[in-house]
């Protein structure tokens, strides 16, 4: 069975490298064109692209999915399936082209977090729990027949790095498993409910969803900083600066300030008040500086108490 592998980032990769180290017949890869980046404007390729040029894959980069000279280079490949792992939403000339299909590997369990961020928007919302479903691409964005999932579990201080690396694990065994179910024939699709309301879904994140809103429950303050950890980063503004925190800790206790206002004994701890407790920030990086843990920060400022 030749197997077509479209993706593009690091999450990617592990499924890339799980596919080609069980076997498969990797066709081809498509992934990201090369663009710039960094202060040099150095030319940067993609982490699967990386990947694919040590394994000797045949590499395509469309810009637009619907060129027609791509879609004859794809056709040229005349691959049995398409993987897709962290990429582009697909025009049907592309996901319809193979005749076993076009499967997806997505970072929920489906039909919850459909969308661009599902693993973001787990922790910013507090999940106890998350995982990776494997399904057929249709028209409408996440929602195909449901192939395999595997449930993976949230701890209280995992950031969104966390879960991440915990996903892109699960998510290379699950594909194999599901790339081999459709080798055999030994499947089954589940389609996926109606939405009635109850779905909880994963939109892009905007600069405007990451600033802190200091009069939020502490909890939840707590679970969008987690939730934006690494990237893109939940902010506030100390001394008309941008600040973002990467981990904090939680206080519940009557603040008895204003929500925003902070404390600090300028040596080993900073904390903002929120309606119900203290954010204690731990690691941060002020507008034009590096990130740093507090009390570097602190040695490096001075806060009015």
């Keep these: 069975m030749k197997i077509i592998f479209m993706g593009t980032p ?40 990386k990947y694919a040029l040590e394994q000797g894959f045949k590499i395509l980069q469309p810009v637009k999915l619907k060129d027609p000279q791509f879609l004859d280079e794809l056709r040229a490949l005349n691959a049995d399936l398409q993987v897709i792992v962290a990429f582009r939403m697909l025009p049907e000339a592309v996901w319809n082209m193979p005749s076993r299909g076009t499967i997806n590997l997505h970072a929920s369990l489906l039909p919850q977090y459909r969308g661009a961020a599902p693993i973001n928007r787990a922790i910013m919302n507090g999940e106890k729990e998350s995982g990776v479903t494997t399904f057929f691409l249709k028209q409408e964005i996440d929602t195909g027949d449901i192939l395999f999932s595997e449930k993976v579990e ?5 950031t969104a ?6 996903l892109m694990k699960a998510g290379a065994k699950l594909l194999v498993k599901t790339v081999r179910a459709i080798e055999h024939n030994e499947y089954r699709e589940i389609p996926q409910p109606a939405d009635t309301g109850d779905l909880k879904s994963a939109p892009k994140i905007y600069k405007e969803d990451c600033e802190i809103d200091w009069s939020q429950p502490v909890e939840k303050v707590y679970n969008l900083i987690r939730g934006l950890s690494p990237h893109p980063g939940a902010f506030t503004f100390l001394q008309g600066r941008s600040l973002k925190i990467f981990h904090s800790e939680m206080e519940r206790a009557d603040p008895g300030t204003q929500p925003g206002s902070y404390l600090t004994d300028n040596k080993k701890y ?17 507008e034009g500086k590096k990130r740093m843990n507090v009390e570097d920060f602190l040695r490096g400022i001075n806060l009015e108490r």
């Design 10 to 49: 690091d999450f990617a990769v592990a499924s890339l490298k799980a596919l080609t180290e069980e076997g498969f017949d990797i066709a081809g890869v498509i992934t990201a064109p090369d663009k710039p980046a960094g202060r040099g404007q150095k030319i940067n390729e993609s982490a699967v692209k």
């Design 154 to 158: 949230i701890n209280d201080d995992d």
């Design 270 to 286: 900073l904390k903002f008040a929120c309606r119900d407790g203290f954010i204690s920030v731990k690691e941060i990086q002020m």
């Design 161 to 166: 790095g966390d879960l991440h690396d915990k």
